[in-house]
């Protein structure tokens, strides 16, 4: 069983600061998704990624397979940002491919 | 295109009532997912469907929770009886097909509270 840990799980900076959340999980897996949790609202999905980088907007998404660890950075960040970043992955066994979500980063950005 | 539609968005019921939500997934996505969210914790995987048929059920609490996609295309979720500890957001996720390259698209959840 996949264990995802984020950190850190709560953050508050001021509008403009680069930000940084972490993911690390403890077994291989075929692809890590990075998603977004408004309060009271769905889940939308960022980036899904398996190896490299991504780069959406002022988002950007990182991961190393062998070191087992992601992370997600947001320039120039707006209080708009502020939200919950969850990482999920999905196991490379096959079959099966529900997501493994960590606990979450609860990201606020102040004006 | 529309997105995963899920009912109700909110419902409240006492301990050992039986309660039952909905979802529709994106037309033409052949994979459905329903996932349990507690207060403060990230959503577990609850059942996987592939068009009508069960891909993963390992974490549904079977004595309890039951769901079907009879036709492969809207699923229901049934909780019965429900405990205070299934108190959570339920949300439904549909993708184009199973596997890696395919993006989980969410529904806005269902928030239940077992009173």
């Known amino acids: 069983k996949n264990e995802v840990e984020q950190s850190p799980q709560n953050l508050t900076a001021q509008e403009g600061e680069f930000i940084t959340i972490n993911c690390s999980y403890s077994?291989?897996?075929?692809?890590l998704h990075w998603l977004q949790q408004h309060p009271g609202g769905g889940i939308v999905s960022l980036f899904m990624?398996?190896?490299g980088k991504k780069k959406h907007g002022r988002l950007i998404a990182t991961i190393n397979i062998q070191e087992k660890h992601s992370s997600l950075h947001i320039t120039a960040s707006h209080p708009r940002d502020s939200a919950v970043y969850i990482c999920a992955v999905i196991g490379s066994g096959g079959g099966a491919d529900g997501l493994t979500f960590g606990k979450g980063t609860h990201l606020i950005i102040q004006p | 295109e529309a997105g995963v539609a899920q009912s109700p968005r909110y419902k409240i019921i006492e301990k050992r009532q039986s309660v039952a939500f909905w979802c529709n997934p994106i037309?033409?996505?052949?994979?459905l997912y329903w996932y349990q969210q507690i207060l403060g914790q990230g959503p577990k995987l609850l059942i996987q469907?592939?068009?009508?048929?069960?891909?993963?059920d390992s974490q549904l609490p079977k004595d309890r929770f039951s769901a079907e996609r009879l036709k492969g295309v809207d699923s229901t979720l049934k909780i019965q009886p429900a405990k205070l500890e299934d108190s959570a957001v339920y949300l439904c996720a549909s993708s184009l097909q199973a596997g890696q390259g395919n993006i989980q698209y969410f529904g806005a959840g269902t928030r239940l509270s077992v009173l």
């Open positions: 990624l398996s190896s």
């Open positions: 037309s033409g996505h052949a994979t």
């Open positions: 469907f592939q068009n009508n048929g069960v891909v993963d």
């Open positions: 077994v291989g897996i075929s692809a």
